[in-house]
């Protein structure tokens, strides 16, 4: 039932902004299944999992950098770095100016896995997507550029 005084606009939105709050998790749980049922190995963590992904994005990043884009303590990345190195999917190279700073690089085996995953994902929403109508097709097209804009204001680190 909208709000007394509330525009049409503002219920829209309302209610826009609660459907992808229960939608996109929803999908990225979904996808996540299906990722951990057909990889050959555990599915790692997210968070080792998210710190991966930016350390391949951001190749040299160090942790304090990490941190910042992740929203985590330093010390909690540093923990994740570590169980990363010895799984052999993250090499920390110190720098050469400031020995205390570690700069991070993923390993072939971790972009090997990165790239896996991805193409899997990439693989269930194709067959997903050519279940839908073409008019649905359209409609989530047209909208993936608003998505990344409001995954983009949504981020602290990005304003």
């Known amino acids: 039932m909208p709000t007394p005084g509330a525009s049409p606009q503002d219920t829209d939105t309302d209610r826009t902004a609660a459907v992808l709050a229960v939608c996109l998790p929803a999908l990225s749980r979904a996808l996540d299944r299906r990722v951990a049922r057909d990889l050959p190995y555990p ?18 990043v160090t942790v304090r950098e990490c941190a910042d884009a992740l929203l985590m303590k330093p010390n909690n990345v540093s923990a994740l770095v570590s169980a ?7 090499e920390r190279r110190r720098d050469a100016r ?8 993923p390993t072939d085996t971790a972009r090997s896995r990165l790239a896996e995953v991805g193409d899997l994902k990439a693989g269930y929403v194709g067959e997903a997507l050519e279940s839908l ?19 983009r204001r949504l981020h602290p680190a990005t304003h």
Not at 84 to 90: A, F, I, K, S, V
Not at 98 to 105: E, I, N, Q
Not at 135 to 151: I, P, W, Y
């Open 43 to 60: 599915r790692l963590p997210e968070a080792q999992l998210a710190l991966l992904r930016l350390v391949a994005d951001r190749e040299g």
């Open 133 to 151: 109508t073409d008019g649905e097709r359209d409609a989530l097209g047209s909208a993936l550029g608003a998505l990344q804009s409001l995954t």
């Open 84 to 90: 990363l190195t010895e799984q052999g999917l993250l």
């Open 98 to 105: 400031d020995k205390r700073v570690a700069h991070l690089h």
